[in-house]
């Protein structure tokens, strides 16, 4: 009976756990579901000696307490920064290691982005420059070039070189030299991206903290 009332507590912390490192994109398989959780607890409800026996654990509360706090504490250890799962590491044939952030966002109008900041670094720590590349969806929308992308955050704006001045691969792709504005960013606010169109609109995008939080891992400049 302990061990039951132990896997009950266990498997509450395990879950617990788990929906933290699911913000960090982890995924675990569960030996409790919430089926036999329920199940065991009606089981529990309706056996008298089953209650008979649990008041003689109880006295026992406080292992079983600190058991689950531990493990809590243990994925906590292990997953420290969500936004250390979101950033992809690739090492290139060329000795090139490649650091890479993606999201979707959504803009002003509703249409979705791909939003994806990366950086290179070669085997001789030569440091590549900090890109921001931005997609929408194609025939809906068309970046204007050359045209910087506007950042503002905190009351201040900036301008981030528009690095297919010359040509896009595509009329919905823009790519962006984000170097210099990064360390100028807080992740406590919100960042606003604004796109410059083809006929001159704009589109402006909402980044969280947290993923202004991950660009500066990705940059090497987490503070």
């Not at 050359?146 to 919905?172: H, I």
Request: charged letters at 20%; glycine letters at 4%.
């Amino acid at each position: 009976m302990i061990r039951f009332f132990s896997g009950l507590c266990y498997s509450f912390a395990w879950r617990l756990a788990s929906n933290i490192s699911s913000q960090a994109g982890r995924k675990f398989s569960f030996f409790w579901s919430p089926a036999i959780l329920l199940a065991a607890l009606e089981k529990f409800a309706n056996n008298p000696e089953l209650k008979c026996e649990a008041m003689q654990i109880i006295p026992n509360w406080k292992q079983i307490l600190i058991t689950s706090f531990t493990v809590v504490l243990a994925f906590l250890f292990f997953f420290p920064n969500p936004a250390d799962a979101s950033i992809r590491t690739t090492e290139e044939d060329n000795g090139t290691t490649l650091y890479k952030s993606f999201h979707q966002l959504q803009d002003s109008q509703q249409q979705s982005w791909q939003v994806v900041l990366f950086k290179k670094e070669r085997e001789d720590d030569s440091e590549g420059k900090l890109k921001l590349r931005l997609v929408g969806y194609p025939g809906q929308v068309k970046i204007a070039h050359p045209k910087p992308l506007v950042v503002e955050a905190n009351r201040a704006a900036w301008q981030a070189e528009d690095l297919f001045a010359e040509g896009s691969p595509s009329p919905n792709v823009g790519q962006y030299d984000l170097g210099k504005i990064i360390y100028q960013l807080s992740q406590d606010n919100n960042t606003l991206l604004k796109i410059p169109e083809a006929n001159r609109n704009q589109r402006t995008l909402k980044v969280p903290g947290v993923i202004i939080l991950e660009w500066k891992i990705v940059a090497g400049n987490n503070n």
